[in-house]
T-cell receptor, first 117, second 112 residues
Framework: GAVVSQHPSWVICKSGTSVKIECRSL??????MFWYRQFPKQSLMLMATSNEGSKATYEQGVEKDKFLINHASLTLSTLTVTSAHPEDSSFYIC?????????????FGPGTRLTVL | AQKVTQAQTEISVVEKEDVTLDCVYETRDTTYYLFWYKQPPSGELVFLIR??????QNEISGRYSWNFQKSTSSFNFTITASQVVDSAVYFC?????????FGDGTTLTVKP
């Protein structure tokens, strides 16, 4: 099956710093990538939809200036958490959709656990 | 707006018991997709099944089976003869035009 990787798998940073998380589709080209956030014992919440070569579409309540998303190529999307604070500590998961194949299918990355001290 | 309800927050069974995880969804779209995912403690989502809105045929895959009923907007998941390795959080998800909505998840604990 299709493989999506995320880097780093976990990160600890100090409050006020910025953290970049990478999401890569390893064996297919992804025109659309999604970013989710999952707090402990909660569900996945869609943060934004990222299309290659265009601006990301953010869900209501997600600050686009705080969560910067760049989808510069068909295999890479990045999420940068700017000026991170402890409340941003969460599990961030990306997914990617291939341009062809089964509709609405998303391949999920393994997630990145962010801890802000 | 789309909504997915997994009424069972936690379920605990003893190994070899059968267990059914409920999922009820809401959407006004006629074309949609339903999914089940397993999330073990490691956190990585494991895809289990995808179903489109026009295919109500039930499916069986080994010990897993799914019952899709449009009349009740339900997409229930049954594990037969549960095993300890089945312990995880299970999410039901609804996708419309590429956008997914997840239920709150059901934590399944299978005791030996």
């Amino acid at each position: 099956g299709a493989v999506v990787s995320q880097h780093p798998s976990w990160v600890i940073c100090k409050s006020g710093t910025s953290v970049k998380i990478e999401c890569r589709s390893l064996d297919f080209q992804a025109t659309t990538m999604f970013w989710y956030r999952q707090f402990p014992k909660q569900s996945l919440m869609l943060m934004a939809t990222s299309n290659e070569g265009s601006k990301a579409t953010y869900e209501q309540g997600v600050e686009k200036d705080k969560f910067l998303i760049n989808h510069a190529s068909l295999t890479l999307s990045t999420l940068t958490v700017t000026s991170a604070h402890p409340e941003d500590s969460s599990f961030y998961i990306c997914s990617a959709s291939p341009p062809e194949g089964k509709a609405d299918t998303q391949y999920f990355g393994p997630g990145t656990r962010l801890t802000v001290l | 707006a789309q909504k997915v309800t997994q009424a069972q927050t936690e379920i605990s069974v003893v190994e070899k018991e059968d267990v059914t995880l409920d999922c009820v969804y809401e959407t006004r779209d006629t074309t949609y997709y339903l999914f089940w995912y397993k999330q073990p403690p490691s956190g990585e989502l494991v895809f289990l099944i995808r179903r489109n809105s026009f295919d109500e045929q039930n499916e069986i895959s080994g010990r897993y089976s799914w019952n899709f009923q449009k009349s009740t907007s339900s997409f229930n998941f049954t594990i037969t003869a549960s095993q300890v390795v089945d312990s995880a959080v299970y999410f039901c998800a609804l996708s419309v035009r590429g956008k997914s909505t997840f239920g709150d998840g059901t934590t399944l604990t299978v005791k030996p």
